[in-house]
């Protein structure tokens, strides 16, 4: 069974930056085909999607997050990052990892989401 | 970016009711659409992909359709488990999701 897990801190400083790891159990990060995503879920709103890697470094992001969003691999750990600069309270937010299935891309594995304050 | 509208934002049903649920594309995404269920505290289940296709394990109760635009995710005859926030998400250009329909007990 694939799972996902988020990981990092809960609470980052405005203006500061968010680095969250989702360690990938059950499948391969380099499987082909398969692409790594987050998505998230401000308190009571509804789902945005960041950005996703393919483990070659192919990356793809949201336009309205794209100048402060990296995102990266690691195939030696099995895990992938996010990492979200200049936040701020609109960032405060539950964060997902997700698999992008390798047929019909469309994220059918999730973790079980982080959430994340901004505050000071 | 595809605006993806959902309607209508809260659908009151009684068990063992029919629920349509829509999705309404600002543009043409062909058959790019998915269907999630999101309970509360639990991060959102794949239903529906391409439109029309359950994802594995998802009850025969559940049925997509549509294509271009227009959307529907029909639940036949809602059990008590199936009350939960419902988005489409379209993947044709970057992907977007809707705002949700929440489906609660009349």
């Known amino acids: 069974q694939v799972r996902l897990q988020e990981s990092g801190p809960g609470l980052v400083k405005p203006s500061g930056t968010l680095s969250l790891t989702c360690d990938v159990s059950g499948d391969s990060i380099t499987t082909p085909n398969t692409w790594w995503a987050w998505v998230r879920q401000p308190p009571g709103k509804g789902l945005e999607w960041i950005g996703e890697i393919y483990h070659v470094g192919y990356t793809n992001y949201n336009p309205s997050l794209e100048s402060r969003v990296t995102t990266s691999i690691d195939i030696s750990k099995n895990q992938f990052s996010l990492t979200l600069r200049s936040v701020t309270a609109a960032d405060t937010a539950v964060y997902f990892c997700?698999?992008?299935?390798?047929?019909?891309?469309?994220?059918?594995?999730w973790g079980q989401g982080i959430l994340v304050t901004v505050s000071s | 970016e595809i605006v993806l509208t959902q309607s209508p934002a809260t659908l009151s049903v009684s068990p063992g009711e029919r629920a349509t649920l829509s999705c309404r594309a600002s543009q043409s995404v062909s058959s790019h659409l998915a269907w999630y269920q999101q309970k509360p505290g639990q991060a959102p289940r794949l239903l529906i992909y391409?439109?029309?296709n359950r994802a594995t394990g998802v009850p025969a109760r559940f049925s997509g359709s549509g294509s271009g635009t227009d959307f529907t995710l029909t639940i036949s005859s809602l059990e008590t488990e199936d009350f939960a926030v419902y988005y489409c998400?379209?993947?044709?250009?970057?992907?977007?999701f809707g705002q949700g329909t929440r489906a609660e007990i009349k």
């Open positions: 998400h379209q993947r044709h250009y970057r992907r977007t």
């Open positions: 391409n439109a029309t």
């Open positions: 997700a698999r992008l299935n390798n047929v019909f891309f469309y994220f059918d594995f």
